[in-house]
C-alpha cells in the first residue's frame, strides 16, 4: 500500500497510543485543578465550539484531542470537585476510570458470554460483592444498566410480569391487551424515575394511586394503610431509600407487611441511599428493606465509579429473567456457558459495565465504601448544625443522610448564585412543596466536612452583606 491511499489507512487505522498518552497528560492536569467553574457558556456559543465543521479527511490525532478539550471545557460541570453539592453525583473515583478506559480499549459487547467470556465472569463476580456488601438475598437476579431509571425499568418489568403470572395472565403470550389492571402504590413525591418507568412499561395516570409524603417527603404510614384497604388484584408498592431532597426512607417495615397481605411487589427505589446499607451505623435507617422484591441503585453515585452504572436488583432471578427474556438463532449459547449479561437488561448492545465495578469494589473495599458514605453523611449533619446557627437560613428537613434542604427565604435564588460566583462550589436549586430549595448533596469522594465547614462560612458571610 503506497501514497496517498497508505496515508487514508493510516488515519482510518488510528494510533491509540500516542492519543491516550495525550488524554492521560490532560486527566492529571485536569484532576488537580480544584476550581470550579460553573457551566456559565451562553448555549449558542458552546455549540459553536463544537461546529468546526466536518472534515472530508480525517484529522490528525493531537489535534482532534486538542480541539475537542478546549471546546468542551467552558460547558463542563466540574462534578469530580470537592464543592461539586448539586445533585447526587460521584466524583468518578480514579481507579474507576481508568478500569473505564480499559473496558473501551478492549472494546467489549457485553451482550452474551461469548461475545466477552472476560466482561460475563467479571460482572459475574462484582455483582456477587455487591449483594454481599448491601446484604441482599445472594440468589438475586442483577443486572448492570445505565442508571436508576433503567433500573427501575428492569425492576418494574419483572414485577409487573410476575404479579399478572400470579393472576393467572400471561403477559409473554397475550400482551397488556386484555391484562388485568395493576394497582400502582406510590408516594406523592416519589423521584420522578419511577414515573417514567412507569409510563415506559404502559402504566398512565388512572393505575396509580398516590400515598400522601410528610415533610421530608416519605409516605405517611397510615395513608398507605388506608390506600392498601381499599385494594384488590395484582399490585406494585413502591418505596424510596434515600429520598432526592430530605435524603429520608420510607417505612420498609410497614411497606413490607402491606406487601405481604396482598400478595403485592414490593420495589424500593435506592438509587443512592440503599448504600446506608454499607455501614453499621446507618443500616437501621433501611431496617427491612431486604423484605423488598426488587432494588434499585446507583454504582455512579455513592460507589464513584464512571457513568454510567445502575443497577438492578431482583429477589426472584427466574422473574427478573422472564421479564427480560430474549432470543435469536445468532445467539448462540453452549452448556459450559457462564452469565449471560443480556438475560438481565434490556440491551443486547451494551457496554461491559462490570469491570468498573469490580474496579471500584476493590479499590474501596468492604470498609472504604462505609466510611465513605458516613463521611457524606457526617458533613451534611455537620452543614445542618453550622446552619441552624445562621440568621435568616431554614433547614427544612430532618438530615439523616448526605442530603440538606436549605431555605433563605426570598434570597435562595441569590445565596445560590452568589456561592456559585466565588468558584468554590457548584449549586442549583429546586422546587419543593412549592417552595425554592437549595438541595446540598454530598456524594463526591472529596467531599468532606471541611466542605460543609467552608459552605456555612461563604453563606454566613453572603448574608451578612
Known amino acids: ?47 459553536a465550539r463544537f461546529d468546526i465543521g466536518l472534515p472530508d479527511e480525517g484529522r490528525s490525532d493531537e489535534d482532534i484531542v486538542a480541539d475537542l ?32 478506559w480499559l473496558t473501551s480499549v478492549w472494546g467489549q459487547n457485553a451482550g452474551i458470554y461469548q461475545t466477552s467470556p472476560a466482561s460475563a465472569a467479571c460482572e459475574d463476580v462484582a455483582v456477587g460483592w455487591l449483594l454481599d ?14 442508571g436508576a431509571t433503567m433500573a427501575s425499568f428492569v425492576c418494574l418489568a419483572a414485577a409487573r410480569s410476575e404479579v399478572l403470572r400470579r393472576a393467572g395472565y400471561d403477559i409473554d403470550e397475550y400482551g397488556l391487551t386484555g391484562a388485568p389492571p395493576i394497582n400502582i402504590v406510590i408516594g406523592a413525591d416519589a423521584h420522578v424515575s419511577n414515573h417514567v418507568a412507569l409510563r415506559y412499561l404502559g402504566f398512565g395516570r388512572a393505575s396509580i394511586l398516590e400515598v400522601d409524603a410528610d415533610r421530608n417527603g416519605l409516605m405517611r404510614t397510615a395513608s398507605l394503610e388506608a390506600v392498601a384497604s381499599g385494594l384488590d388484584g395484582p399490585t406494585i408498592i413502591i418505596a424510596q431509600a434515600g ?24 420495589h424500593v427505589d435506592g438509587a443512592f441511599g440503599l448504600w446506608a446499607r454499607a455501614t453499621p451505623a446507618l443500616k437501621p435507617l433501611t431496617s427491612h428493606v431486604e423484605q423488598a422484591d426488587s432494588w434499585a441503585v446507583d454504582g455512579h453515585k455513592w460507589l464513584q465509579t464512571p457513568y454510567d452504572s445502575g443497577i438492578a436488583i431482583v429477589r426472584d432471578a427466574a422473574a427478573h429473567r422472564r421479564a427480560m427474556a430474549k432470543s435469536a438463532g445468532y445467539l448462540t449459547e453452549d ?28 479499590a474501596l473495599g ?100
Open 366 to 465: 468492604r470498609n472504604g465504601i462505609a466510611r465513605l458514605v458516613e463521611q457524606h453523611c457526617a458533613a451534611a449533619a455537620r452543614l445542618a448544625e453550622r446552619c441552624e446557627r445562621i440568621a435568616g437560613v431554614i433547614v427544612l428537613n430532618d438530615v439523616m443522610l448526605n442530603q440538606v434542604a436549605l431555605s433563605f427565604g426570598e434570597r435562595t435564588q441569590d445565596v445560590c448564585d452568589r456561592l456559585n460566583e466565588t468558584g468554590r462550589f457548584f449549586l442549583r436549586t429546586a422546587d419543593w412543596r412549592g417552595e425554592t430549595i437549595m438541595r446540598v448533596s454530598f456524594s463526591g469522594y472529596p467531599t468532606n466536612e471541611e466542605t460543609a465547614d467552608e459552605l456555612a462560612t461563604a453563606i454566613s458571610r453572603i448574608l451578612q452583606d
Open 69 to 100: 478539550i478546549a471546546a468542551a471545557e467552558p460547558g463542563l460541570a466540574r462534578a469530580t470537585k470537592p464543592g461539586f453539592l448539586s445533585w447526587v453525583i460521584g466524583a468518578s473515583h480514579p481507579a474507576g476510570v481508568a478500569a473505564d
Open 133 to 146: 456488601v448491601l446484604g441482599l438475598p445472594r440468589s438475586s437476579g442483577v443486572g448492570l444498566v445505565t
Open 1 to 47: 500500500m503506497t501514497g496517498e491511499l497508505a496515508v487514508r489507512h493510516e488515519r482510518i487505522a488510528g494510533r491509540p497510543g500516542p492519543m491516550l498518552r495525550e488524554v492521560a497528560a490532560y486527566a492529571e492536569r485536569y484532576g488537580s485543578d480544584e476550581t470550579l467553574h460553573p457551566a456559565a457558556e451562553e448555549p449558542s456559543n458552546l455549540r
Open 243 to 266: 429520598h432526592i431532597n430530605s435524603g429520608g426512607f420510607d417505612d420498609f417495615r410497614v411497606a413490607s407487611e402491606i406487601a405481604a397481605r396482598l400478595g403485592a411487589w414490593l
Open 335 to 362: 452448556a459450559g456457558d457462564g452469565r449471560n449479561p443480556s438475560a438481565y437488561v434490556p440491551e443486547l448492545s451494551r457496554r461491559a459495565r462490570g469491570f468498573a465495578l469490580w474496579a471500584m469494589l476493590q
